[in-house]
């Protein structure tokens, strides 16, 4: 089974496909996008507002009226780049231990733990 440097709740900037051009606030990079599920077996992520797709729905309880949905497909994991948490640039991602044997992530540009 696979692992991967990117989890549940970070923040990711998107490196290829159609949300990638996005200028964030700062104008420099793209704005970062939370990362909702990361789907192991298919090495992809669903993050938030990036690629998104319209569903037709039946109406049911939770839509009584059905009708055309917006929402977030999947997108590959190697499409994706986490965010360095000090500068908010793409940043590369090591796998350190701690003095008490923990392992954390650090971010590769500052070095900078990912929480």
Not at 59 to 80: D, M
Request: glycine share 8%; no cysteine; aromatic share 2%.
């Amino acid at each position: 089974m696979n692992k991967f440097k990117i989890k549940k709740n970070d923040m990711v900037l998107v490196l290829s496909g159609n949300d990638k051009d996005v200028k964030g606030s700062n104008g420099k990079y793209p704005a970062p996008h939370k990362v909702l599920k990361v789907l192991v077996k298919e090495q992809r992520a669903i993050v938030e507002g990036v690629n998104m797709v319209s569903k037709s729905t039946k109406p049911s309880a939770k839509h009584p009226q059905g009708g055309i949905i917006k929402q977030e497909a999947p997108i590959h994991i190697s499409n994706l780049s986490l965010v360095d948490p000090k500068s908010g640039e793409p940043t590369r991602v090591a796998i350190k231990r701690t003095e008490d044997g923990k392992k954390v992530r650090i971010a590769k540009k500052s070095g900078e733990e990912i929480k």
